[in-house]
């Protein structure tokens, strides 16, 4: 369920001549659920005259290593038609669907809890959001901006609107 939000993507890069050009102007070529990814890097080498749509790839969770994804996801208001076991049955296989049914090393507070080893930067473009701890949880209201450094969460939408994020979420080596 998109909920009216529309994403368009505009990358730029070169020409043969060397000259700034638009290479792609759309939206996001994959999703998974409520996550699109805008684009994703392969390493720390960017080769600005290809054309390669790097969002095209196969939605990970985590990017490969050395390298980022740039994403936006839209954290829903929880669904009463859902009973627990079916919203944890969903969860389950969108981290499947993800590769990342390993990121969930424990899920014993909440069924979305996640654990990566990347350095997130995280904003909440719009509605309210409630971030989610081992031992810990934060209220978030719209530009609120969280620097997620390698820790289990979840987000959960306590209200009655969608809440939109934009998160950029680099590879690296958390402790």
Not at 29 to 58: F, K, M
Not at 74 to 81: E, F, T
Not at 106 to 135: C, F, Q, W
Request: charged share 25%; aromatic share 6%; proline share 7%.
């Amino acid at each position: 369920m998109d909920h009216g939000f529309e994403l368009r993507r505009i990358v730029t890069g070169h020409n043969d001549k060397g000259r700034s050009i638009v290479t792609l102007d759309g939206p996001p070529s994959r999703r998974i659920g409520n996550l699109r990814d805008i684009w994703n890097e392969a390493g720390h080498a960017v080769n600005s005259t290809n054309i390669e749509d790097r969002g095209a790839h196969p939605v990970t969770l985590s990017p490969v290593p050395g390298g980022s994804n740039f994403r936006w996801f839209m954290v829903p208001p929880a669904d009463p038609s859902l009973s627990e076991e079916e919203y944890a049955r969903v969860v389950k296989e969108r981290f499947a669907a993800m590769g990342a049914a390993h990121e969930q090393p424990d899920t014993s507070r909440h069924p979305a809890m996640h654990k990566t080893e990347t350095i997130d930067y995280i904003i909440l473009l719009s509605g309210n959001v409630t971030l989610l701890l081992d031992d810990d949880e934060r209220d978030l209201k719209p530009y609120d901006v969280v620097v997620q450094r390698g820790t289990n969460h979840a987000w959960v939408n306590k209200g009655t609107e969608p809440a939109l994020l934009c998160a950029i979420l680099i590879d690296a080596d958390v402790k």
